[in-house]
């Protein structure tokens, strides 16, 4: 099997690689991927794979049954949404859509499971069970498309028993992977607040109230919440990214505007926080005179990979690849939707490498120069193909 798996990622890769620019060069926002979604659609039509389109809005539920389908059920994610941002890559492939670019690599998770459930339908006949491929729209958009595939039903009719996914890294030179149990992304939440008071002169701030000062004190105050209340061996991050408020020189502004985003690896502690955070923003606001709005969006939760799954995925990898290019990955406080779906059923979400020092491709996700060595994508369908079938 494993050799079959080498051989067939080894012939198909440049047909994924065609695919994976042809995605690159045509992304769109979370939940508007609908030339997206007819593209893999007419993929899978291609391959004799049936599937079932239109799960929150434009995602795709694909299935292949082995023998004995019911035995065992594994899932496979890809995310297919782009960011906006303008892509500053002079490729051949470079993003026709203004404003509109692939920076965080769905086009290489898409295609890398589009490879692998190309290579896991031809071996259909020679392992038992189904798997799921799971094909998502709006991972970078709250609520999330997880959250609304897991609503509609995704993890259900059949309930997988473990579902896998990838993710690029371009600090992993490609060829290896990175795998890490337990806790390993952040929750991500948003914080929106309003400062309100009477403006006035500058120099008559005994007649007004200090809206800027109001902010400024909460902007650290709320610091120091997050850093004397938090169990220190629990990461946990607490950033104020906007701050709003006034025009001109003399003039306090009769309103101040907020938001930032928390960060925490611990459930318990991150909704303890929110209510810390709201304690204190209205008892800062209070003090001082001023009124004061506070939402907290609640986001993605932490992700959560199974430690028996992880282990097992994490050997199938190092069965297919060798043991010296599989490895460790660090805990991420960043966020992933994925994370929704590691709280329903056991989860492995793990690293494929994609940097190349060598050639200069260093740029990370989320930046305009943003792009991969395409050999990962051989690496990734045909690793993903092996642990599906191995599971």
């Given at each position: 099997?494993?050799?079959?798996?080498?051989e067939?990622?080894k012939?198909?890769a440049p047909e994924?690689?065609?695919?994976?620019?042809?995605l690159?060069?045509h992304?769109?926002?979370?939940?508007q991927?609908?030339?997206?979604?007819?593209f893999?659609?007419e993929?899978l039509?291609?391959f004799?794979v049936?599937?079932?389109?239109?799960i929150a809005g434009?995602?795709?539920?694909?299935?292949?049954?082995?023998?004995n389908?019911a035995?065992k059920?594994?899932?496979l994610r890809?995310?297919?949404?782009a960011l906006p941002?303008?892509e500053a890559?002079?490729?051949s492939?470079?993003s026709?859509?203004?404003?509109v670019m692939?920076a965080?690599?769905h086009?290489?998770?898409?295609s890398?499971v589009?490879g692998?459930t190309?290579i896991l339908?031809?071996?259909?006949?020679?392992?038992e069970?189904?798997?799921k491929?799971?094909?998502?729209?709006?991972?970078?958009?709250?609520?999330?498309?997880?959250?609304?595939m897991?609503?509609?039903?995704a993890?259900?009719n059949?309930?997988?028993?473990a579902i896998l996914?990838?993710?690029?890294?371009?600090?992993?030179?490609v060829?290896?992977?990175g795998?890490?149990?337990?806790?390993?992304?952040?929750?991500a939440d948003?914080i929106?607040?309003?400062?309100k008071g009477?403006g006035?002169?500058?120099a008559?701030?005994?007649?007004t109230?200090?809206?800027?000062l109001?902010?400024?004190q909460?902007?650290?105050?709320?610091?120091?919440?997050i850093s004397r209340?938090n169990?220190?061996?629990s990461?946990s991050?607490l950033?104020?990214c906007?701050?709003?408020?006034g025009f001109t020189?003399n003039?306090i502004?009769?309103?101040?505007k907020?938001?930032?985003t928390?960060r925490a690896?611990?459930e318990t502690?991150?909704?303890?926080?929110?209510?810390l955070?709201r304690?204190?923003?209205?008892?800062?606001?209070e003090?001082m005179g001023?009124?004061?709005?506070?939402?907290?969006?609640?986001?993605y939760p932490t992700?959560y990979n199974n430690e028996?799954?992880?282990s097992?995925?994490?050997?199938?990898?190092?069965?297919?690849l060798?043991?010296?290019?599989?490895?460790?990955t660090e805990?991420?406080m960043?966020?992933?939707?994925?994370?929704f779906?590691?709280?329903?059923?056991?989860a492995c979400?793990?690293?494929?490498?994609?940097?190349?020092i060598a050639r200069?491709?260093?740029s990370?996700v989320?930046?305009p120069?943003?792009?991969?060595d395409?050999?990962?994508i051989?690496?990734?369908?045909g690793?993903m193909a092996y642990?599906?079938?191995?599971?």
């Amino acid at each position: 099997m494993k050799n079959r798996i080498k051989e067939l990622a080894k012939a198909y890769a440049p047909e994924f690689t065609a695919v994976r620019r042809h995605l690159h060069s045509h992304p769109e926002l979370s939940f508007q991927e609908f030339k997206t979604t007819a593209f893999i659609q007419e993929q899978l039509t291609a391959f004799g794979v049936p599937f079932q389109a239109g799960i929150a809005g434009t995602g795709i539920i694909a299935l292949i049954e082995g023998k004995n389908p019911a035995s065992k059920v594994i899932a496979l994610r890809a995310d297919i949404d782009a960011l906006p941002i303008t892509e500053a890559n002079e490729v051949s492939y470079k993003s026709t859509n203004p404003g509109v670019m692939h920076a965080c690599g769905h086009d290489v998770h898409t295609s890398c499971v589009l490879g692998a459930t190309k290579i896991l339908n031809e071996l259909k006949d020679q392992f038992e069970g189904t798997i799921k491929v799971l094909f998502q729209p709006g991972e970078e958009k709250h609520p999330g498309g997880a959250s609304i595939m897991i609503e509609e039903g995704a993890l259900e009719n059949p309930r997988p028993d473990a579902i896998l996914g990838l993710h690029v890294h371009p600090s992993l030179e490609v060829g290896k992977l990175g795998f890490r149990a337990g806790k390993y992304m952040a929750s991500a939440d948003e914080i929106y607040i309003t400062i309100k008071g009477k403006g006035g002169h500058a120099a008559q701030p005994h007649l007004t109230v200090d809206t800027i000062l109001v902010a400024s004190q909460l902007v650290v105050s709320l610091q120091q919440i997050i850093s004397r209340n938090n169990n220190p061996f629990s990461p946990s991050v607490l950033s104020i990214c906007a701050f709003n408020g006034g025009f001109t020189t003399n003039v306090i502004p009769s309103e101040v505007k907020l938001m930032g985003t928390f960060r925490a690896m611990d459930e318990t502690w991150r909704f303890k926080a929110h209510e810390l955070i709201r304690k204190q923003a209205i008892g800062i606001a209070e003090a001082m005179g001023a009124e004061i709005d506070i939402e907290i969006l609640v986001g993605y939760p932490t992700l959560y990979n199974n430690e028996v799954v992880t282990s097992k995925a994490r050997n199938f990898a190092t069965d297919y690849l060798g043991k010296e290019l599989v490895g460790d990955t660090e805990i991420r406080m960043g966020a992933e939707d994925f994370a929704f779906y590691s709280q329903v059923v056991p989860a492995c979400f793990f690293r494929l490498g994609t940097g190349n020092i060598a050639r200069g491709i260093t740029s990370g996700v989320h930046t305009p120069t943003f792009d991969i060595d395409e050999q990962a994508i051989e690496v990734g369908m045909g690793t993903m193909a092996y642990l599906a079938t191995q599971f």
